[in-house]
């Protein structure tokens, strides 16, 4: 792979993150949202998943942040809450008849001025395959950059595209199983019953290095700024 960053390097890059308001909508066990934290950020993370927000709060506090249970299509934010809306790897989650809503919330808890920043995982890399067999993203992470291009029906004006190679590490197939689970439980059953094939898939794919098992991951931002 060439040109390869990390995610929080790539946003660094492009906003200065320090005395925003910012709601990380989909934020997972929290790993961003306590990186722009320490970046002098105010972050919100907004969580369907119970699990999640569990892992997520488990962790020390890096500051003030905060994790609120509810859906990207139905923020329980106030109108122009927020400086920055982000949606990390989260937008292809949402249903697609509902992901032209959820771009519609983030305009709507955005401020006037203020960046709604959606990086989306490209369907290609090691990565990718490795994940394909227990859930093939191909059509929904298309559903969901044909949203991003209608975004200027939304009030919203593209400032940036940006496509960047990135890595990620899993400390063995144990630790890649029990994240993939506690995204969505229901991947559970699917481990059940392939998990000799998925094994075999991580080991072959998989790079080892100091810090893990490497994964490679295109990825692609798009950077939008409220009218």
Known sequence: MTNVRSNESVLCEVLELKGLRIVDIGSGAGELVR???????????????????????SYPSAGDEIYVEGFGQEMPFDDATYDLVIFFNSLHHVPVEHMAGALGEAVRVVRPGGMVYVAEPIAAGSGF????????????????????????????????????????????????KEEMIRIEPRRRVLFEANEAELTRAFDRLGVPEEMGIRFDQPMRVNVLEKA
Not at 39 to 45: H, R
Not at 48 to 57: I, P, T
Not at 134 to 163: C, K, M, P, Q, W
Request: proline share 1%; net charge negative; glycine share 10%.
């Open 35 to 57: 990186y722009m934290t320490r970046q002098g950020a105010s972050v919100t993370g907004l969580e369907c998943g119970a699990l999640q927000l569990e892992k997520a709060r």
């Open 129 to 176: 395959e490795l994940h394909a067999p227990i859930d093939d993203e191909t059509s929904v992470r298309s559903a969901a950059y044909g949203v991003i291009r209608g975004a200027a029906g939304h009030g919203l004006i593209e400032v940036r595209e940006i496509f960047y190679d990135t890595t990620y590490h899993h400390e063995n197939f144990a630790a890649f």
